[in-house]
């Protein structure tokens, strides 16, 4: 069984910074990708960033230059550093594990139960 738990979520305000975390848990796979998600309200949820089992990261563009992902690998933790916060970046936060063999990620997401980012202008 693949757990998945994000934490760190909260309120702040624009131009402030906050960091999430993703711990994925349970002996199913020994590597994993993970990758983090938003849904603002209203709207379909979008990818954030991403880092595969070969710890190769990726930040997509909506979030480039303000936000970083970092992983703990021992204990299969992946960092979500958001600054410059904006409006807009209010969402609800998920953080996504996929069994990994390194470059590759098998199709099965393990979702965790979000986490609430408000930015307050």
């Known amino acids: 069984q693949v757990r998945v738990v994000e934490s760190g979520g909260g309120s702040v305000q624009a131009g402030g910074s906050l960091r999430l975390s993703c711990t994925v848990s349970g002996h199913t796979y020994s590597r994993y990708c993970i990758a983090w998600f938003r849904q603002a309200p209203g709207k379909e949820r979008e990818g954030v960033a991403a880092?595969?089992?070969?710890?190769?990261?990726s930040v997509l563009d909506p979030v480039k230059g303000r936000f970083t992902v970092s992983q703990d690998s021992a204990k299969n933790t992946l960092f979500l550093q958001m600054n410059s916060l904006k409006p807009e970046d209010t969402a609800i936060y998920y953080c996504?594990?996929?069994?990994?063999?390194?470059?590759?990620?098998?199709?099965?997401?393990?979702w965790g139960q979000g986490t609430q980012v408000t930015v307050s202008s």
């Open positions: 880092i595969d089992g070969n710890g190769r990261t």
């Open positions: 996504a594990a996929q069994g990994s063999t390194g470059a590759y990620c098998y199709e099965t997401k393990y």
